[in-house]
């Protein structure tokens, strides 16, 4: 299923992910079983909407991530990836709410202090839907992964 649901998210919005979708149609199913497997891992958590009672289609993805300090004493930060609502269920608030989830659960959870997210520039639609959740531009970038020409923006909201 995972495989299904990453192949529809690439297919669906590919500036949003940092992988292409010629990249992970090469995967192999061991690969995609290891993906799956990490989804589950420690300092991990998936959340996952379906389309309830008879309907088990997946309808929404988010994934937070604890990244590690990289000096003692820094912020315990987490980090937002795979976010996805599938296009039937745009505009509905599914979206808000597994942001506001994603945002509990990493603070209360993962005991994060701040949840970070890159995001394409040229997104402007994610960089407002974010904005208005309460994330802030940190000022720093990175090169996006599938054009290093443009940039992925980094972002953080404060739990």
């Known amino acids: 299923m995972l ?3 990453r192949l529809e998210m690439l297919a669906d ?9 010629d990249a992970a149609r090469r995967q192999t199913d061991a690969q995609w079983q290891q993906r799956a497997a990490a989804m589950c891992g420690e300092g991990s958590v998936t959340l996952v909407a379906d389309g309830g009672g008879d309907d088990p289609r ?6 937070v991530v604890l990244k590690h300090p990289q000096e003692p004493g820094a912020a315990t930060r987490a ?7 599938a296009p039937e269920h745009r505009g509905l608030g599914l979206a ?10 990493a603070g209360e959870s993962l005991a994060a202090d701040r949840l970070e997210l ?9 960089q407002a839907f974010y904005s208005r ?9 990175r090169p996006y992964p599938q054009d290093p020409s443009k940039l992925e923006l980094v972002m953080e909201r404060l739990l």
């Open 58 to 63: 997946l309808t929404g993805l988010m994934r």
């Open 79 to 85: 980090m937002l990836i795979s976010v996805y609502v």
């Open 3 to 5: 495989k299904n649901v």
């Open 133 to 141: 959740h309460g994330f802030r531009p940190t000022g720093a970038s």
């Open 96 to 105: 808000d709410e597994l942001l506001n989830e994603a945002c509990r659960v």
């Open 13 to 21: 919005t590919p500036m949003a992910y940092v992988e292409s979708l």
């Open 118 to 126: 890159g995001v394409h520039e040229d997104n402007a639609r994610a």
